[in-house]
């Protein structure tokens, strides 16, 4: 019963300070602030650390929970290494989502196969890798900062047919991004945290080979 | 004939010629409304494949034809957007458009995520089926975990209770994936299709015209409003580029210039034609009777045409010209007679002098328009008739309606001109006498022209090449490749058409041939394709993969999903299970935004058989696809069958007129003997050949429209012979045969002048023919009876 009165504070918080940063569109003066927090984002070529994955089905009252470690490569693309609860790496790039399962099996589409998918993973790395361009073309963006220097931003897709798969993206952090929470189509939040990031560390042979 | 019997007679044929003139008349007012074609592609034969394939290709043409796109681009996207949207606005609601895409409407995502869980058993891609033989559940409930724990995962998870093997997103995701590929450049902005370059955003906007829509220019259509509306945009924004493609858009261009062309080319020909005929009878009664004969001539083709058509293609007209220049000349020869012979005969007597010559002429001509309503291309047998029917209301004017006319007032000072006539006739004899004293002479001079002209015809370049028939305009080509660059859709103008007994047939064999279409992706035969199997598989894959999955999600499977997602029941899989395969057809109720492609793929059915079209993309190596046609798969190449469609027709129409020559022979066998018919027939004979020749020597390659121009001064060539020979080479019937071949020469030699290549070639032709048969038909009195 403790376990779930806290998780019900917890989701009901979040609920406040995504709503919070809702009502906080972007004006003139934000604006540069934006564009210091996004350009700080975007000051590492690679970043790299953990995350944590919680993947909510509130149809059946579920968290799907996944850890890891990542890497965001500037104008690379992102890897998602996914160690629980089993092994499996995504790679996204321009132009190719990649899957490697445990067992070696790997599946790949190709972005100039699939626009929407294309279009989709497009705003996906736009979003990790703080791509303002990107952010101000295909998102209303919201944003605000709190007393400890914690910045939050609230992006909602300007298009109803991405909204259909993400209606809304809440990104916050204080050096570099820590936290997303990208509720889809249907109302569910996946919230991402990333933890022990550093950045500056170059891509392995292996990393760069899977996102080239 | 006493003068009251005379009398009767030119009363009962101007009733005659007042009777069948209203009725043809009427028969064109009964035609109404008077539909114009201008569709370019009702130029092209049709395809010389089998009945069956021939109807659904045509099918499919029909479909594909009206599609059109428009792309509004701006370097500043907004202004675009602000355009693109007033372009819309303009044109949203106009009858003749259907299927209007504009604005992308978020309901499509969810009718697609609809429509892939339905038919979420159906609809899965081969290679995930494969994976599914080999890994069974195991894979499966792998597949979904990935899915659901995986990085960026979109798979939606609301139905885990009824799909835990998140089956419909994998559909989703193969059927995207195959309908996606239509453009790869497009992109979702503002909820609008935008395509880029380096210097602008293009907004898309597409619809199709509805089935009879008119693509002529000039009359209030769905294309003149695009025009205008493009144009207005750019008068306001001069940064604004408008690209826009689509078949109906070259008819609207092609049926644009060809209106202004009919205009010029006639008020030229006509302009030329009396100051001629001004100049030469000095008297406004001839010109005003000889435009009468024209405009009554003109009428009445346009009548018969459309009663027996239905419609007139816009080249038909331009063509029409031409029977100015044709039926000018029973005029001229009668109103030559009438206006300058000394002795000044009434038209019944005018007639009579002229008469054997003139029924000659025309049954002649008659009979190689004739011969063309047989060649197997409807635009070659609307052009014939449109000129018989012309020719013959003629040659029913001079006849019957100016054999009733009084003897001339005054007779035509026509002294300078007979004076000259007479000095080149006597040229003519010279020659004449020399090659009849001299036959080694005669014999040389036969040699060297022979020769010449076999090296000339030797030089030419037989055949048609579609692709140099017809030159967009600058502007047209422009927009062309910028949006092919844009869109790059990577079609090729050659496709399979695929035909079964039966719907599944056409799905099986379809089915069977992608699968020889992937190996050939693989080899880089090509990049893509686009078939509607890959939407909806035949039904035996369908069951067969409702099987595997079935067994793949065995009970044990299944609660342990269960288990893993945390679900208690699994009643509602169990009762999505229970209800069994729901089948896709080609004709199931699809998303609209799948329709429109499918529209184009399934054709259906024609006749007793069924057809689907299979479109190669980005095809790299274009000389295998014939090779990949086989049983009930039939590779169309278009562009090539249209061209030899077209040398075939050239030969079946050359031969159609051979025959009819032949006939024209034994008749003037019969009247004068075999060396008088041969020395009128070899005339247009050698005429041609030296047109032919001359071609060679210009280097112009000698096509199917060239062939079509011989053929015309085969018929009309073999008047000047005929007139000559019945005149017996006086001045006075030389001076008719210069009118007439300077009246025709003027109306063909300025088609010449036509922007439309068929067009041109086609006057050329006849041009050089007519002029060779004048200059050559003194040879044809020379001898016989």
Known sequence: MKLFLAMFLCLTLSSMAFADVFESPLTAERSKELAQVLSAMQQQKYLRGSFRQVRTVKKINRDFVSTGSFVIADTLGILWNMEKPFQSLTAITCDKMLQKNASGAVSQMNMKDNAVFGQVSQTIQGIFSGNRKMLEERFQIFFETGKDGLWTIGLVPKESVIKKQISSVVLSGHKWLEKVTLSDGDGNPILYEFSKVEGGISLTPEESALLR | ?785
């Not at chain 2, 989703?172 to 239509?182: A, K, R, T």
């Not at chain 2, 010109?287 to 009548?303: K, Q, Y």
């Not at chain 2, 007439?740 to 002048?753: E, M, Y």
């Open chain 2, 1 to 785: 004939m006493d003068k009251p019997e005379k009398k009767r007679m030119n009363k009962w044929g101007i009733l005659l010629w007042g009777i069948l003139h209203v009725a043809i008349i009427a028969l064109g007012l009964n035609a109404s409304p008077w539909k114009i074609d201008s569709n370019l592609f009702s130029v092209l034969p049709p395809s010389q494949v089998s009945a069956g394939l021939g109807d659904a290709d045509a099918e499919l043409s029909r479909r594909t034809m009206g599609q059109m796109t428009v792309l509004v681009g701006h370097s500043d996207f907004e202004k675009a957007k602000a355009a693109a949207d007033e372009f819309d606005r303009a044109l949203r609601g106009n009858g003749q458009l259907e299927k209007v895409s504009y604005l992308v409407s978020d309901s499509s995502m969810d009718e697609a995520r609809a429509f892939a869980r339905e038919y979420r058993y159906a609809l899965q891609g081969e290679a995930f089926m494969d994976r599914v033989r080999q890994g069974g559940g195991a894979f499966l409930k792998q597949n979904a975990l990935e899915k659901i724990y995986g990085g960026f995962s979109m798979a939606s998870l609301e139905n885990l209770d009824e799909d835990p093997f998140l089956l419909s997103a994998q559909a989703f995701e193969d059927v995207l994936g195959n309908l996606s590929f239509m453009s790869k450049n497009v992109e979702l902005r503002d909820e609008r299709l935008v395509l880029r370059d380096s210097l602008r955003t293009y907004v898309m906007w597409s619809a199709s015209l509805v089935p009879g829509a008119s693509t002529f220019g000039g009359d209030g259509s769905a294309l003149q409003i695009i025009e205008q509306k493009i144009s207005e945009l750019k008068a306001v924004d001069s940064a604004l580029v408008v690209a826009t493609t689509g078949v109906p858009f070259h008819s609207y261009e092609s049926s644009s210039r060809a209106q202004l062309e009919v205009a010029v080319i006639s008020g030229v020909s006509i302009v030329l034609l009396l100051l001629l005929i001004l100049s030469t009878y000095r008297s406004a009664v001839p010109l005003a009777l000889t435009l009468f004969s024209i405009g009554v001539a003109i009428v009445s083709a346009l009548s018969v045409s459309w009663t027996l058509f239905g419609s007139i293609h816009i080249f038909t007209f331009v063509f029409g010209t031409s029977v100015i220049g044709v039926s000018i000349d029973y005029a001229i020869h009668f109103f030559t007679g009438w206006k300058i012979r000394e002795e000044r005969l009434d038209g019944g007597g005018e007639r009579g002098l002229i008469f054997k010559g003139l029924v000659l002429g025309f049954m002649t001509t008659e009979l190689s328009y004739l011969a063309l309503t047989f060649a197997p291309f409807p635009l070659l047998r609307q052009m014939a008739v449109f000129s018989m029917a012309g020719l013959a209301s003629s040659f029913l004017t001079i006849t019957l309606l100016f054999a009733a006319l009084p003897a001339a007032r005054t007779r035509a000072p026509a002294g300078f001109a007979l004076g000259a006539v007479s000095r080149v006739l006597d040229g003519y004899g010279t020659i004449l006498a020399g090659l009849k004293t001299k036959r080694w002479a005669s014999l040389a001079v036969a040699a060297v022209i022979a020769a010449g002209a076999a090296v000339g015809v030797y030089r030419v370049q037989w055949g048609t090449d579609l692709k140099s028939l017809y030159t967009m305009s600058s502007e047209r080509l422009a927009q062309e490749r910028l949006s092919m660059e844009l869109l790059d859709f990577g079609s090729s103008g050659s496709y399979f058409l695929v035909k079964g007994s039966s719907v599944q047939e056409v799905l099986e064999r379809e089915h069977a041939f992608c699968r020889r279409l992937e190996r050939e992706r693989t080899d880089g035969v090509l990049q893509n394709y686009l078939a509607i199997s890959r939407f909806v598989p035949p039904r035996s894959v369908q069951q067969e993969n409702f099987e595997i999955l079935s067994r793949a999600m065995d009970s044990l499977t299944v609660a342990e999903m269960h288990r893993e997602l945390g679900l208690r029941s699994d009643s509602a899989f169990r009762a999505s299970m229970g209800q069994g395969l729901k089948v896709l057809e080609p004709e199931s109720k699809l998303p609209a935004n799948f329709e429109k492609l499918l529209n184009s793929l399934w054709i259906g059915r024609i006749g007793d058989s069924y057809y689907s079209a299979v479109m190669p993309l980005h095809v790299q190596d274009a000389a295998k696809l014939s090779g990949l046609a086989g049983d009930g798969i039939y590779f169309m190449d278009k562009v090539n069958q249209i061209n030899e469609n077209l040398t075939r027709l050239s030969l079946t129409a050359l031969a159609l007129v051979g025959l009819a020559f032949v006939l024209v022979f034994a008749v003037l066998l019969f009247i004068y003997g075999f060396a008088g018919a041969f020395s009128i027939m070899r005339i247009p004979v050698c005429a041609s050949c030296l047109v032919v020749a001359l071609f060679g020597y210009l280097g112009i390659p000698f096509n199917f429209f060239a062939t079509v121009g011989i053929i015309l001064t085969l018929g009309i060539g073999i008047d000047y012979s005929l007139f000559f020979k019945e005149g017996r080479g006086s001045p006075l019937t030389v001076l008719a045969i210069a009118l007439s071949a300077l009246t025709t020469i003027l109306s063909f030699g300025s088609l010449s002048f036509s922007g439309f290549s068929p067009v041109s070639t086609f006057g050329l032709s006849v041009f050089l023919g007519i002029l060779f048969n004048f200059i050559l038909s003194p040879f044809a009195g020379s001898r016989g009876k």
